[in-house]
């Protein structure tokens, strides 16, 4: 098996994006209810319902930068719908290539070790506004109400991302995505034994 990624894993890749794109819409829909609060954890959320799709990406494809690439789609589709945020971009991108280092070497990575990998993506994508709401809070405040976000959501989205709240946001989104991947498991486990 080459270790290069070749045009087959990406197409696999970025039909697993677009499936991870609609699960993520859909759950952040029906977790509107939530508000900032929500939109805080959302990519733990996200996480918990599409675990299935990196145990399904390491079994399929199992190469080198999977997860970047999963993630830089993931960007580009949030960026294309007026979500992009540079800080996002980094911290996000940082998580996969955390990840990558860590579970995709091979098709054969343990579901613990996706789990943890999991967690690291989504905690990327999840500090994304943390970081920002914790180190540089003006700047990140007066660029998303620059950007049309209503002044009291954008304050109490960063009440959410600071402090013992943020650190308690990270935990919980990390998680969920690590119950997440085991809930796949589930789903797909008799598949991965047929496939055995």
Do not use: C
Not at 11 to 24: D, E, F, G, Q, R
Not at 37 to 54: N, R, V
Not at 114 to 140: D, R, T
């Amino acid at each position: 098996m080459s270790k290069n990624l070749k045009m087959k894993d990406m197409v696999h890749i970025a039909l697993l994006t677009a499936i991870y794109i609609i699960i993520y819409m859909i759950s952040m829909t029906g977790f509107s209810f939530l508000g900032q609060f929500g939109h805080t954890i959302s990519p733990g959320i996200a996480a918990f319902f599409t675990g299935a799709i990196i145990i399904f990406m390491n079994r399929k494809i199992g190469k080198m930068w999977e997860f970047t690439l999963f993630t830089l789609l993931v960007m580009g589709v949030f960026a294309m719908v007026g979500g992009g945020y540079i800080p996002w971009v980094i911290t996000s991108v940082t998580g996969a290539v955390i990840a990558d280092i860590l579970a995709s070497r091979s098709r054969e990575t343990s579901i613990f070790l996706l789990a943890i990998s999991w967690g690291i993506i989504h905690v990327g994508q999840a500090f994304g506004s943390i970081v920002p709401a914790n180190f540089f809070v003006e700047s990140f405040r007066t660029h998303w109400i620059e950007r049309g976000m209503n002044p009291k959501d954008m304050d109490l989205q960063i009440s959410y991302a600071r402090g013992v709240v943020g650190l308690m946001s990270t935990v919980g989104i990390f998680i969920l995505a690590f119950v997440g991947v085991y809930l796949g498991y589930l789903i797909l486990r008799k598949h991965l034994e047929r496939q055995a």
